[in-house]
T-cell receptor, first 114, second 116 residues
Framework: AQSVSQHNHHVILSEAASLELGCNYS??????LFWYVQYPGQHLQLLLK??????LVKGIKGFEAEFIKSKFSFNLRKPSVQWSDTAEYFC????????????FGSGTQLTVLP | EAGVAQSPRYKIIEKRQSVAFWCNPI?????LYWYQQILGQGPKLLIQ????????DSQLPKDRFSAERLKGVDSTLKIQPAKLEDSAVYLC??????????????FGPGTRLTVT
């Protein structure tokens, strides 16, 4: 079945550590890719998105993601995390022909220790 | 710009009761989505509207769930009768027209439903 996989359910880091969260999808063809974040007590908000062009996408708050088509991956990175980055992170894919619908991964809870 | 509004924020009901959720999308957004997010999982699309028409409701359990967007703005999602497995957060999202080349979905705060 077509799906979106996030490999890490819970990641714990200390402040200033580097972050990489994995996301793989199983759809063929052209896809649009998204990372959403949900801070404690807040609603889902967009971190970054990829539609076309440069596969290295920069988003808000110092986050970036790299689209590697050959690996069906769209990993999220940040060189140095802060305590305020503690949140749940969701990868989402708009599959070909799906009328802009998003299929989400199961999420990764990031805890940053001060 | 006001965000997506949802109410109520929390609801506790007993199984076999009915419940309704309301969503007001961002002004001018033609496309509206309802998602179900079960604890520990990502949001799962239930139904998508473009203006007041249904684009896709293939994931909506139609024996108990219904949704409408009569005037192409606000939307209501109803469950009747509720089951224990309906306990989840129900998210509403909106985006500009499907014809736009670039887009993103804006999410509301959600309604947390507990069925006892």
């Amino acid at each position: 079945a077509q799906s979106v996989s996030q490999h890490n359910h819970h990641v714990i880091l200390s402040e200033a550590a580097s972050l990489e969260l994995g996301c793989n999808y199983s759809y063929g063809g052209t896809v649009n890719l998204f990372w959403y974040v949900q801070y404690p007590g807040q609603h889902l908000q967009l971190l970054l998105k990829y539609f076309s062009g440069d596969p290295l996408v920069k988003g808000i708050k110092g986050f970036e993601a790299e689209f590697i088509k050959s690996k069906f991956s769209f990993n999220l990175r940040k060189p140095s995390v802060q305590w305020s980055d503690t949140a749940e992170y969701f990868c989402a894919v708009n599959a070909p022909g799906s009328a802009r619908q998003l299929t989400f991964g199961s999420g990764t809870q990031l805890t940053v220790l001060p | 710009e006001a965000g997506v509004a949802q109410s109520p924020r929390y609801k506790i009901i007993e199984k076999r009761q009915s419940v309704a959720f309301w969503c007001n999308p961002i002004s001018g957004h033609a496309t509206l989505y309802w998602y179900q997010q079960i604890l520990g999982q990502g949001p799962k699309l239930l139904i998508q509207f473009q203006n007041n028409g249904v684009v896709d409701d293939s994931q909506l359990p139609k024996d108990r769930f219904s949704a409408e967007r009569l005037k192409g703005v606000d939307s209501t999602l109803k469950i009747q009768p509720a089951k224990l497995e309906d306990s989840a957060v129900y998210l509403c999202a909106s985006s500009r027209s499907l014809r736009d080349g670039d887009y993103e979905q804006y999410f509301g705060p959600g309604t947390r439903l507990t069925v006892t």
